[in-house]
């Protein structure tokens, strides 16, 4: 007699869409838990995504498991999310939940938790102060202030500010500055501004949201910064968390997370217990975070994108803080939108989601006021600034066709600046991250230095008399003559942060200046010091090439000229203009947030664009109708569902059949989907590889996911995938 064979359906994290049949002796083997398996060769870790007792492979030739994991990953709820995820994004399920779950777990590390501090000052360091604090150091000066901010910091904050905050720490620790107390994750609180009352707007939104009753209704949150969407999810959460085993997650850009937002959630939630999940913390911090909420042990988790993917048994409440903000759509491996995974996961579950913006996505903006059928959304709106004494900016654009233009700056962005530096007022200074960079240039013979591995050019370092490609890497010295026609005269143009910052120091060398590289707002440490520095007025003019983040208020800072956007208005990418005037009224929402009034300028050579006009009356709504119809007459999202394929080899001869094949497939495959040429994108060659994409276009949503279906298998098969590097990204949101 023979025992009953145990088969298990391992998920493994191959590009294969199939998952593979393993023997094991544990009748008890569940789905959810990780395994470690032979795979040829190798070994290799899969997940059980399912159990039975057949399999298609004759029982002889049946492997075995090695190892099995005793911790069960997911729950069946995660499961049809993972599930959901890999047939709409047509991604292997494996790599799918391989994705989706915190990296310290693939290494099937089970160990215990390890112990967590909280930081705070003691009376004595209070008393004394910043000015007892020992002579030029720094960073301890900067922990120090963080402190007087924040109260209580954790490592993980203490680690943003600086990586050698533990030297700090002790250095405090000897001085009898500092207690430290074991974390239980539970308590250790500290009080924030006394709790308003919400005003009108906040308070229908607030009963317009439960009246439902706890099931799913989408919402969009809709009202400029500083209206009180923060203190309409707070108060949301708080009537969520009245129900016994309730979980809340609330979805954040990663550059949004900051000590300031995470405090403002502690001292609101005391009793509660409070993780956050992002790529800042440990894997061991992550693991334990994950696990809490995973056990629902803990009530509230704030996270990033991918703590959407979080199993949560007792999910109750889903929001979205910055629903537009494009970093909840992941660029690499499953290209998966936080968002629309998030409502999905709601509607499975049935619970409600709050979407809160400024700016909404055309696609939101579009669901919740334009649908025609039963409303998809439901829409609530805050009309103004939540604390009486703050009012919105003006915004003025300044001709620059019309005026002298010195190296960048017109005469009355000057004088503007020179304004704010008498009056010692905060000046920013705002690039469009897409804006030109500076290049070398021969004036005799127009030599630009270009990439020999993209085409792109490179980018000009002056501090360090470097030239660099800002796409691969690549960097050389910056050459004293012509490699063309032997001129020694070169300069660059174009207009940089550097530059930006030369032309500045000329103009005011008694300010100080302080640039933010291109990224570097993107670390959390960054973003500390800069806060702190603004803080402290150690700043007059910051220049800078991305957003800055929510939560950080500077009080001192009532200018932002804007420079160089105009190429973004007429941009072959559908979304530009969009995301434009989303930047430029974040940006603009840094200038006079307490009671000093805001300037924008923004110079333009088109003053009277649509655009500026709408923004000038900060009418969001006018733009985005505005942008509908175009989109409309374009067949453009949100009227039209979009398919990139990209591809990339190193012959340009490959990646045309590849897609010219694609697309004759896809022709074949459907009539009711417009399948497009395949062409060079802008950035044609990037780090030696030839690349092209074609775009799928369709009406509806399910002639695509069904012509998909079949498509993907095709050029999974495709033999010249082996050659040719290739992904599908569905719902794009960068051509
Ligand atoms: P948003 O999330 O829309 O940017 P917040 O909720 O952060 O807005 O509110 C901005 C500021 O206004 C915060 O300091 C908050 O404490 C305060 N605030 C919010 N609602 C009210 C209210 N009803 N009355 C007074 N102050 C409020
Ligand atoms: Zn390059
Ligand atoms: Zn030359």
């Excluded at 680690?159 to 905050?165: E, F, H, L, P, Q």
């Excluded at 989601?353 to 998809?376: C, H, R, Y």
């Excluded at 600034?385 to 919105?392: P, T």
């Excluded at 074609?694 to 098969?717: G, I, N, P, T, Y």
């Amino acid at each position: 007699m023979t025992d009953a064979l145990h088969i298990l359906k391992v998920a493994l994290d191959v590009p294969l869409d199939r998952v593979f049949d393993y023997k094991t002796e544990n009748p008890n083997t569940q789905i959810g838990q990780y395994v470690v398996v032979p795979f040829g060769a190798r070994r290799m870790i899969g997940v059980v995504v399912g159990v039975s007792d057949t399999s298609s492979i004759e029982s002889q030739k049946l492997k075995s498991i090695i190892r099995l994991d005793p911790e069960v990953i997911f729950n069946e709820q995660s499961f049809k999310l993972f599930q959901f995820c890999s047939q709409y994004y047509h991604y292997p399920l494996g790599q799918t939940i391989l994705s989706a779950v915190p990296s310290r777990l693939k290494k099937i590390n089970t160990k215990a938790m390890t112990k967590k501090y909280l930081y705070r000052l003691t009376k004595k360091a209070m008393q004394l102060g910043v000015d007892q604090l020992p002579p030029r150091q720094t960073i301890l000066k900067r922990i120090f202030t963080a402190f007087i901010d924040a109260k209580e910091l954790d490592e993980a904050s203490l680690r943003s500010i600086s990586s050698t905050w533990k030297k700090s720490i002790e250095t405090l620790d000897e001085m009898g500055w500092i207690d430290k107390n074991e974390v239980t994750l539970d308590s250790k609180v500290y009080k924030e501004a006394p709790i308003p009352s919400l005003n009108c707007d906040q308070q229908r939104a607030l009963h317009s949201i439960l009246e439902t009753n706890e099931k799913f209704i989408p919402w969009l949150l809709y009202g400029i910064t500083g209206s009180g969407k923060t203190e309409v999810y707070i108060r949301l959460i708080e009537a969520t968390l009245k129900k016994e085993h309730a979980q809340v997650l609330v979805l954040v850009p990663e550059i949004n997370l900051t000590p300031q937002l995470e405090n403002r959630f502690r001292s609101r939630f005391e009793k509660y217990t409070l993780v956050t999940l992002h790529s800042h913390l440990t894997d061991n911090e992550r693991l334990n975070h994950w696990r809490l909420a995973k056990e629902g042990a803990a009530q509230i988790i704030i996270g990033t994108r991918l703590s959407i993917f979080t199993p949560m048994p007792h999910l109750s409440l889903i929001i979205i803080d910055e629903e537009h903000d494009a970093s909840f759509k992941q660029q690499e491996g499953l290209r998966y939108h936080a968002r629309d995974v998030a409502i999905f996961r709601a509607k499975s579950e049935n619970i409600p989601i709050v979407m809160g913006t400024a700016t909404p996505s055309l696609e939101t903006w579009f669901n919740a006021t334009q649908t025609k059928d039963a409303k998809k959304f439901g829409f609530l709106k805050l009309t103004s600034r939540a604390v009486q004494d703050s009012s919105l900016p003006e915004i003025k654009c300044i001709d620059i066709s019309k005026s002298i233009v010195t190296k960048g700056f017109s005469p009355y962005l000057i004088e503007a600046i020179r304004d704010r530096l008498n009056k010692k007022e905060q000046s920013l200074i705002y690039i469009n991250r897409r804006g030109f960079a500076p290049v070398l240039l021969c004036p005799s013979c127009q030599w630009t230095g270009q990439c020999h591995r993209c085409s792109s050019r490179l980018v000009v370092h002056l501090n360090q008399k470097r030239l660099r490609c800002h796409h691969c890497g690549h960097d050389e010295k910056m050459p004293q003559q012509c490699p063309s026609c032997g001129n020694t005269d070169l300069y660059p143009t174009g207009l940089g942060t550097q530059r930006i910052e030369e032309t500045l120091k000329e103009f005011f060398p008694e300010a100080h200046i302080l640039r933010i590289d291109r990224d570097s707002t993107r670390t959390k440490e960054a973003l500390n010091d800069l806060f702190l520095k603004m803080k402290n007025r150690e700043i007059d003019i910051l220049i800078g090439t991305q957003m800055l983040s929510k939560g950080h208020d500077f009080p001192h800072l009532s200018l932002v000229g804007v420079l160089d956007t105009d190429q973004a208005l007429y941009s072959p990418d559908f979304r530009a203009s969009e995301r434009l005037f989303s930047q430029l009224i974040q940006v603009g929402g840094r200038a006079g947030r307490a009671n000093i009034k805001g300037e924008v300028y923004i110079q333009t050579a088109f003053p009277n664009h649509p655009l500026f006009e709408a923004l000038k009356t900060h009418d969001f709504e006018r733009f985005a109708n505005e942008l509908l119809k175009e989109r409309e007459l374009a067949e453009l999202s949100p009227f039209a569902f979009l398919v990139l394929l990209k591809a990339e080899a190193h012959q340009l001869t490959h990646v045309m059949k590849f897609l010219n094949e694609a697309m004759q497939k896809a022709q074949d495959l459907s009539h009711h989907v417009t399948v497009y040429n395949p062409v060079r994108p802008i950035m044609e060659r990037l780090k030696g590889m030839e690349r092209a994409q074609l775009v799928l276009q369709a009406s509806s949503r399910v002639a695509l996911q069904k012509l998909l279906d079949e498509w993907v298998s095709f050029l999974r098969e495709n033999k010249l995938g082996q050659k040719v590097k290739w992904v599908v990204d569905i719902d794009p949101l960068e051509f």
